[in-house]
Structures are given as C-alpha cells and as structure tokens.
C-alpha cells in the first residue's frame, strides 16, 4: 500500500528557513518522479518543485527558484523540500505527491497518482 507522509511544517518568520520531509512506504521514491505541491487559502493548488525519476534533476515554480531545494534520500525512502528565505506569501498547505515509475518531473498535479496529508507552512511577523 502506497504511504505518503509529510512532516516539518511550522510558524517561521520572514526569511527563516524550514524543510519539509515525505516519507514514503509501498514503493521507492528513487524510482519515481516526485514533487511538493501547496495550496494557499483562497488559491489553486500549485506546483512547487519537481525532481526526475532516477536523476537528481530538478525544476522549481519562478516563485520559489534559487529558495527552494527538493532533494531524495533513497536509503531512507524519504523526498525533503528545504526552503529558505520564506515569504508571506509562501503560506500554504504543502502536499508531497509521486507519480508512475520512471516518469519525468512535471509541476501539473495531473501527473501524479498518490499524494500525502499536508503539512502547514506559515510565514508571519
């Protein structure tokens, strides 16, 4: 059975840092493309960043490039999203998701079969 769960979410102030954890069970998340989405009040869901299949390759929304980092760690199963300089405007519900084995990284949510809880960011003074 495929398992995502999200954790390290928090209340941080302008330009501190957080990083997020998806530990996945019922399959291997070096094998698949994955990828953090979040959903702000009020706003669609958006595609943050994205990492390759079997590659370290990854690409980011504008909004987030050069602040964002999605990486894997096969050994423990578990895709991060460190982020730093946070915004206000980075405040949202963030959702990690997997799509099919060997598939390309993508930021549309369609291309994604399972997907975790949520874990909440909040970025406040």
């Known amino acids: 059975q495929v398992q995502l769960v999200e954790s390290g979410g928090g209340t941080v102030k302008p330009g501190g840092s957080l990083r997020l954890s998806c530990a996945a069970s019922?399959?291997?998340?070096?094998?698949?493309?994955m990828a953090w989405f979040r959903r702000a009040p009020g706003k669609e869901r958006e595609g943050v960043a994205s990492?390759?299949?079997?590659?370290?390759?990854?690409f980011y929304v504008d909004a987030v490039a050069g602040r964002f980092t999605i990486s894997r760690d096969n050994a423990k199963n578990t895709v991060y999203l460190e982020m730093s300089g946070l915004k206000p405007e980075d405040t949202a519900m963030y959702y990690c998701?997997?799509?099919?084995?060997?598939?390309?990284?993508?930021?549309?949510?369609?291309?994604?079969?399972?997907w975790g809880q949520g874990t909440q960011v909040t970025v406040s003074s």
């Open positions: 998701a997997a799509g099919s084995a060997y598939c390309a990284a993508s930021l549309e949510h369609y291309e994604y079969n399972y």
């Open positions: 019922g399959f291997t998340v070096g094998n698949h493309c």
């Open positions: 990492i390759y299949a079997g590659s370290d390759n990854a």
